[in-house]
């Protein structure tokens, strides 16, 4: 049976404002293995801050049971805060430290001895390439750097599960990539780590699980490609070298459409879910038929698509794309 880092049933937050009641989480669960990578997507106002700042001990839920690492969330927080790290949407680096002072500073906090608090800062700042601007201060540092730095800081107290809520927003493509790369060997030593962002290309590339949240409620849940296959319009590509061979496949697979796109019209489009069962189906119909492809790729919705058709609303990626290489 697979280890789970987080657990919750039915969980509920609710706020009340001038308007009345505001309905934050109606009753979520949520079932996170350890050493993975889980991310919860959604709309903003969608509820995902809110998860990540009860599940972190930071705000209490309203109702609902849920243990983290391993402990009680509400008779165990002391434990809980003991396993995790938390490195938010906003960078807790001290800009007037160093990034050496900002790791010591963080040591002191978890009452390592001074002897300790050096060896670790030394060894994360190796680890995070950041040992030739060590000594100098923080407000020097470009996003990636102070990114990077804020994520060290996190791991001075070896956590087991990490909540990184919208790590890289504002970071410039490459500085995204490193991070990527960091939060993939984390995971591969065992640490588990609870995503939140607005790159939906970003939990496409790192995550294991994803789930959507809208108005509270959890509307899907899968790995990308599962979700993906969830929205019509996936098909397999298929080229071949002339035309009766395209006569003969439509012939034989009973269904597809030549692909706008090739001028030559020896492409065809069959729709299909992408998963493995279609495809090999797909191809044993070929096969007896005595028909072979020159060249076949498969081609299903991406998040964007996703997230448009199960929430209602288009996520603004190529704004964020904007941004993002500002």
């Given at each position: 049976?697979?280890?789970?880092?987080?657990?919750?049933v039915?969980?509920?937050?609710s706020?009340?404002d001038k308007?009345?009641?505001?309905?934050?989480?109606d009753g979520i669960?949520?079932?996170?293995?350890?050493?993975?990578?889980?991310?919860?997507l959604?709309?903003?106002?969608?509820?995902?801050t809110t998860t990540?700042?009860?599940?972190s001990?930071l705000i209490?839920?309203?109702?609902?049971?849920?243990?983290?690492?391993?402990?009680?969330?509400?008779?165990r927080?002391?434990?809980v805060r003991g396993?995790i790290?938390?490195?938010g949407?906003y960078?807790a680096?001290d800009?007037?430290?160093?990034?050496?002072?900002n790791l010591?500073l963080?040591?002191?906090?978890?009452?390592l001895t001074?002897?300790d608090?050096?060896?670790?800062?030394?060894?994360l700042?190796e680890?995070?390439?950041?040992?030739?601007?060590?000594?100098k201060?923080?407000?020097?540092?470009?996003?990636g750097m102070?990114?990077?730095l804020d994520?060290?800081?996190t791991?001075?107290g070896?956590?087991r599960?990490i909540?990184?809520?919208?790590?890289?927003?504002?970071?410039?493509p490459r500085s995204?990539?490193?991070?990527?790369s960091i939060?993939g060997?984390?995971v591969?030593?065992?640490?588990?780590?609870f995503?939140?962002?607005?790159?939906?290309?970003?939990?496409?590339?790192l995550?294991d699980?994803?789930?959507?949240l809208?108005?509270?409620h959890?509307i899907?849940?899968g790995t990308?490609d599962?979700l993906?296959?969830?929205?019509p319009?996936?098909h397999?590509?298929?080229?071949?070298?002339?035309?009766?061979a395209v006569?003969?496949a439509?012939?034989?697979?009973g269904?597809?459409f030549l692909?706008?796109?090739?001028d030559?019209?020896?492409?065809?489009?069959i729709?299909?879910?992408?998963?493995v069962?279609s495809?090999?189906?797909?191809?044993?119909r070929?096969?007896?038929?005595?028909?072979e492809p020159?060249?076949l790729s498969?081609?299903?919705?991406?998040?964007d698509d996703?997230?448009?058709?199960?929430?209602?609303q288009?996520?603004?990626h190529d704004?964020?794309?904007?941004e993002?290489?500002?």
């Amino acid at each position: 049976m697979t280890n789970l880092a987080i657990e919750a049933v039915g969980l509920r937050k609710s706020y009340r404002d001038k308007t009345g009641e505001k309905i934050v989480l109606d009753g979520i669960d949520l079932a996170v293995p350890e050493a993975t990578i889980f991310s919860l997507l959604g709309p903003n106002g969608a509820g995902k801050t809110t998860t990540v700042q009860i599940l972190s001990t930071l705000i209490g839920a309203d109702a609902g049971q849920v243990r983290v690492a391993g402990h009680d969330l509400n008779s165990r927080p002391d434990d809980v805060r003991g396993a995790i790290g938390v490195t938010g949407q906003y960078s807790a680096v001290d800009k007037l430290l160093t990034g050496r002072e900002n790791l010591q500073l963080m040591a002191d906090l978890h009452h390592l001895t001074r002897r300790d608090g050096k060896r670790k800062a030394a060894e994360l700042l190796e680890r995070f390439d950041l040992v030739e601007a060590a000594d100098k201060p923080a407000s020097s540092y470009s996003g990636g750097m102070a990114r990077r730095l804020d994520l060290a800081m996190t791991l001075v107290g070896d956590p087991r599960l990490i909540f990184l809520d919208e790590p890289t927003t504002g970071l410039d493509p490459r500085s995204r990539r490193t991070m990527w790369s960091i939060v993939g060997d984390l995971v591969t030593a065992g640490t588990t780590i609870f995503l939140t962002t607005q790159y939906l290309e970003e939990a496409d590339e790192l995550a294991d699980h994803i789930a959507l949240l809208d108005r509270g409620h959890l509307i899907a849940e899968g790995t990308p490609d599962q979700l993906k296959r969830l929205i019509p319009g996936g098909h397999i590509s298929l080229t071949f070298t002339h035309d009766d061979a395209v006569k003969d496949a439509l012939s034989a697979l009973g269904q597809g459409f030549l692909d706008p796109a090739d001028d030559d019209r020896r492409t065809l489009q069959i729709p299909s879910d992408g998963s493995v069962a279609s495809l090999r189906d797909l191809l044993t119909r070929l096969e007896t038929a005595g028909i072979e492809p020159t060249d076949l790729s498969v081609h299903t919705p991406d998040l964007d698509d996703v997230f448009l058709t199960l929430t209602g609303q288009p996520h603004h990626h190529d704004e964020q794309k904007q941004e993002t290489a500002r």
